[in-house]
């Protein structure tokens, strides 16, 4: 792990806005947000409105991304379905960031049996692919949104958990942590007080980076009909519902599946900006 830079909030938003496909990024992202957030000013119809338009009609002046089989309009449903595919991966990534940083923190600062053990139980849970480590807890814990964005957090605890703890091993024996026990700091202050600050540049860049993925792991186990369930709006289970008719109504999937894909994109770009800025290692422009 490398040197990890520390830039004043006003510079490094600058300085993330200083290439095009970052900016190009930014500008995505903040629509989609926008878009979710202001869903019902937005929105022509309601989402779950049934035959506002005949069955899979095609996108016209009245309904820009057509209608489903049962006549609602796909627009205001992926205006509304941004709100729980964004807020689905943002729960996602907060369950992983905060399992896996405290778990990294803590085995990597007490060292020894416990930072053995924990490397071992996280390369056998590392062994398994997420998305299937995620259908497995699903499995376990019922099918729903919630426990969809609960099963990709935790199968993403071991890859925070990891550099989490890779970063930390490189603090621990650094002269501020050493001065601080030297003074009879606890080891919850040690952690809280002086190893999470510094960690915190590494964090966001994970956190950045691991956004998409869980946006768009999220939204894989809503097509396999393991997330949120109909009629929700949610882009993968848009794609579901609208894959039996990608033939003659392909409107039904190119519209919430290009959502999805500038969702993933934008997050990406910026999250691959944050890590050029932060890790002075990197290098390239975005």
Not at 35 to 44: E, L, R, T, V
Not at 214 to 240: H, K
Request: glycine share 10%; charged share 15%.
């Amino acid at each position: 792990m490398s040197a990890i830079a520390v830039l004043p909030p006003r510079r490094l938003i600058a300085r993330t806005l200083g290439t095009p496909g970052a900016a190009a990024g930014v500008v995505i992202l903040a629509a989609l947000v926008l878009g979710a957030i202001f869903a019902p000013i937005f929105s022509p119809f309601d989402p779950n409105a049934t035959r506002v338009c005949p069955r899979l009609a095609a996108p016209s002046l009245a309904h820009w991304f057509g209608c489903d089989l049962f006549g609602r309009d796909i627009f205001s449903r992926i205006l509304y379905g941004g709100r729980l595919s964004l807020a689905i991966g943002l729960l996602t990534v907060a369950i992983s960031l905060f399992a896996g940083t405290l778990i990294g923190m803590v085995i990597a600062f007490l060292g020894g049996r416990a930072d053995r053990i924990g490397t071992r139980l996280l390369d056998v849970m590392l062994g398994f692919p997420p998305i299937v480590l995620a259908i497995l807890i699903v499995a376990v814990l019922g099918v729903s949104a919630f426990n969809a964005a609960l099963a990709v957090g935790i199968s993403g605890i071991p890859r925070f958990a990891r550099v989490v703890r890779s970063a930390t091993l490189l603090l621990v024996g650094r002269e501020f942590v050493e001065s601080a026990r030297a003074m009879g700091a606890s080891q919850t202050r040690i952690l809280r007080r002086h190893l999470l600050p510094n960690l915190m540049p590494v964090i966001i860049v994970l956190a950045s980076l691991d956004l998409g993925t869980a946006i768009l792991s999220t939204a894989t186990l809503s097509f396999l009909g393991l997330g949120a369930q109909p009629p929700t709006a949610e882009w993968g289970a848009m794609l579901n519902a609208g894959r039996e008719f990608m033939r003659y109504a392909p409107w039904t999937m190119i519209f919430p599946g290009l959502a999805l894909f500038l969702a993933v994109m934008s997050v990406n770009l910026v999250g691959d900006r944050l890590s050029h800025i932060l890790d002075p290692r990197a290098g390239g422009r975005v």
